[in-house]
């Protein structure tokens, strides 16, 4: 994302795992050394931020004017299951890319269905080979049963010892089955042995295939990288999902990038083919998702190096995409709309993310009013110094003047925007409300006549569904600045 950057690396994690006190020391040194940007793609469960040695350290990070950006957790779908919540940290999901590791499975009744594996050996020959789905469906267990077959095996994250396996055996192949947890979102491992992994819904096809036909039959093509694939991006099934516990009232995540079938630099050698064995690989995870954000966050610090860390948020969150390639919403592992307890605000569109025109600006007092406002006995234990609170004063999560909007039907919250385009701009609202709500906004037009010129808004919602979405945009000529809208609490 920004190959000419530096990179400070401090190891805050062992064989044993990264402990609390690391993180935390990790988090202070890079503060002392003067980093731009900190990229942190490990967290814990959810936990209440004064416990959270992330949430502390990130504290301390933006106090210095330093963006703190954290992969959300991979414990999706389940709800609730985003960490890394604070609001001062990016918090990162995983999508697709439009790329794929296309391997072609024909059935012996000719129907096609189109999987992925990134071990592509061109010695292998598609001719159709007998099909068997074992006893075991995980392919624990094989024997000889199985030589000269392809076997179908359903995935569960030990491909590469179920491929091994298969191989000793003397299987041909070995095709991956996606289970409905898994949905759309192949991830793929390199198995250095003939494969094809499959989504759940044909995966659903193919097992009613050989389940009735006398002498099922397979073959496997082998198509090398493909571009352009559509839809995406999708968010990942394994990308944890909000609404967060620790702050509910603050929609979390914040932001997709690119998190499925990632290829980077890797500190030990992968693979023993003739190629040689090689140090990158492809894995998937939030945390291959956060390290795009960071960067993307470099390089927006670099073009506009006095924005604060909510302002670079906010310009990422307002800018990102919520339609993907084929110009419809994206979707989810499900292939239904993603919502933005999935994905955020959407995903990361890094060009226009340099040019937001308008920002939600945020500065550590705001912080610590929330704070005040979410618990008011432990705001010191995360700001590292005594706080009163009573003087200090208390604001609700929805009154944080944040990029996405989390409100209960009837609520009324103001949010203040600064002028980042050009002077002499002016931006009308544009508001999809929520299912069975009504939206307004006053005023309707935000007339600027000066960079940096700051403009407030009242934002009033009536009645309205819990978890419906909706979405407020002001729109110019040059810019549109989106923010989410989740209605909380209602019928």
Known sequence: MAPHAHLAIYKVCSASGCSGSDILAGLD???????????????????????DPIAIGAFGATEKGILVTCSGGNSGPTASSVSNEAPWILTVAASSVDRNF???????????????????????????????????????TVD?????????????????????????????????????TAGYSVVLRDNEFPSSKLTFKDASKIKIYVNTTRKPEASITFNGTVLGVSPAPVVAYFSSRGPSLATPGILKPDISGPGLNIMAAWPVQVGSGKNGAKTFNIISGTSMANPHLSGIAALIKSAHPDWSPAAIKSAIMTSSDDSSNNRKPILDEEHSPASFFAMGAGHVNPSKAADPGLIYDLDVDDYIRYLCGLDSSNVGEIVRRNISCSKFGSISEAELNYPSMVLSPGSTVNRTVTNVGKAHDVYKVEVEAPNGAKVTVTPPTLNFSKVKEKKTFTVRVIGGRRGAEGSLRWVSRRHVVRSPIVITGGL
Request: charged share 20%; with cysteine; hydrophobic share 40%.
């Open 144 to 180: 000889a049963s199985i030589t000269g077959k392809v076997v179908l095996c359903d995935a569960t994250g030990n491909e590469g010892d179920v491929a091994a396996g298969i191989k000793r055996a003397g299987g041909a192949a070995v095709i991956f089955l996606n289970d409905q």
């Open 102 to 140: 296309r391997s072609i499975v024909t059935l012996g009744n000719g129907e096609q269905l189109y999987g992925e594996s990134l071990n592509q050996p061109k010695s292998f020959k598609p001719s159709s080979l007998p099909l068997v789905y074992p006893d075991d469906p995980t392919c624990a």
């Open 29 to 51: 040194e890079a503060v002392k050394d003067g980093v731009d940007v900190l990229s942190l793609s490990l967290g814990a469960a959810s936990m209440p931020f004064y416990l």
